[in-house]
């Protein structure tokens, strides 16, 4: 890996009502999306994040549990579980439509980890046939101290997914 600086990662919460909590990945103070040319908020084609928690209807969905779908995508960005996608690459899902197909068209990445940094790598738009728009902006690589990274997830997952 070529590396530039070492990135410094938040997980912030973006918007709060009685009924979702939503974050997004803060990269050296900079939002995510916004480095990425887009508006999570906003863009039905990427508002999907799966660290999101809101209640889900428990008559329609009454095997769902959003809090145990909240810790595995954590297990998935700490390297304790392979990532899996519906196009079924080694790709981790950042965001997606709002109606949860990969089908639709998603902003992902490749996940690399040694002793010392977490690598987040090819950062871009995918479909399922390699095409692109360039609209979503692409970033190469961001690398995190592996200690902040970690820790930044636990602290996550020990204050909303509890």
């Known amino acids: ?5 070492i990135n410094q990662l938040e997980i912030r919460v973006i918007e709060s009502t ?3 909590v939503k974050f997004d990945f803060f990269i050296d103070n900079l939002e995510l999306d916004k ?7 906003s863009d039905m084609r990427f ?3 799966d660290l999101d928690i809101f209640k889900v209807d428990d008559q329609k969905f009454p095997n769902y549990n959003r809090l145990d779908s909240v810790k595995s995508t954590v297990d998935v960005f700490l390297g304790n579980t392979k990532p899996t996608n519906q196009f079924l690459t080694d790709r981790i899902v950042l965001y ?5 197909c990969d089908y639709c068209g998603v902003i992902s990445f ?5 002793q010392t940094y977490i690598y987040w790598s090819e950062i871009r738009f995918e479909l399922d046939d390699e095409s692109q728009t360039d609209e979503v902006k692409s970033i190469e690589t961001l690398w995190f101290d592996k200690i902040q990274y ?8 020990n204050r909303y997914c509890v």
């Open 150 to 157: 970690v820790e930044e997830f636990k602290n996550f997952r």
């Open 18 to 20: 009685d009924k979702v």
């Open 96 to 100: 997606r439509c709002h109606c949860g």
């Open 1 to 5: 890996m070529i590396k530039n600086a």
């Open 110 to 114: 490749k996940i690399d980890f040694d």
């Open 35 to 41: 480095m990425l040319n887009i508006d999570r908020l």
């Open 47 to 49: 508002c999907d994040f």
